[in-house]
C-alpha cells in the first residue's frame, strides 16, 4: 500500500509563459514519486494574470497524470476571480 503525501510549491514572480513547462517538469518529477498525493500550491507571491491560471491548470494536469490532487492555498481573491473567468473554478480547487 502506497502512502499519500503532500507536497508543498510556492509559486512566485516574476513568472513568465516560457517559465511554465520547466516548472511543469519540476513539479511532475516530485509528484511522480507520491502517486495519490497532494500537491499544495502556494500562490500568495504570484501576479494575478493569465500565466499564474495557465501554471496551475498545467499543474493540474500534472498532478492528474500523477494520481494526484492540486490544492492551491493563499490565492489573493483576484485570482479566485480570474480562474472562475476562465472557466477553471473547478478544476482548481482552493484549500
Known amino acids: 500500500m502506497t ?7 510556492q ?6 509563459r516560457r517559465d ?5 517538469v519540476r513539479i511532475c518529477a516530485q509528484l511522480a514519486a507520491t502517486r495519490g ?3 499544495v500550491c502556494d500562490v500568495a507571491g504570484v501576479a494575478v494574470d493569465a500565466v499564474a491560471v495557465e ?7 500534472g498532478a492528474r497524470r500523477n494520481g494526484c490532487r492540486v490544492l ?7 485570482l479566485d476571480e480570474l480562474i472562475q ?11
Open 3 to 9: 502512502q499519500s503525501r503532500t507536497i508543498h510549491a
Open 11 to 16: 509559486i512566485r514572480c516574476p513568472l513568465e
Open 20 to 24: 511554465l513547462p520547466g516548472l511543469y
Open 37 to 39: 498525493g497532494t500537491l
Open 55 to 61: 501554471a496551475l491548470a498545467r499543474l493540474q494536469l
Open 72 to 78: 492551491i492555498a493563499n490565492a489573493p481573491a483576484e
Open 85 to 95: 473567468l476562465f472557466g477553471l473554478e473547478e478544476v482548481l480547487m482552493a484549500a
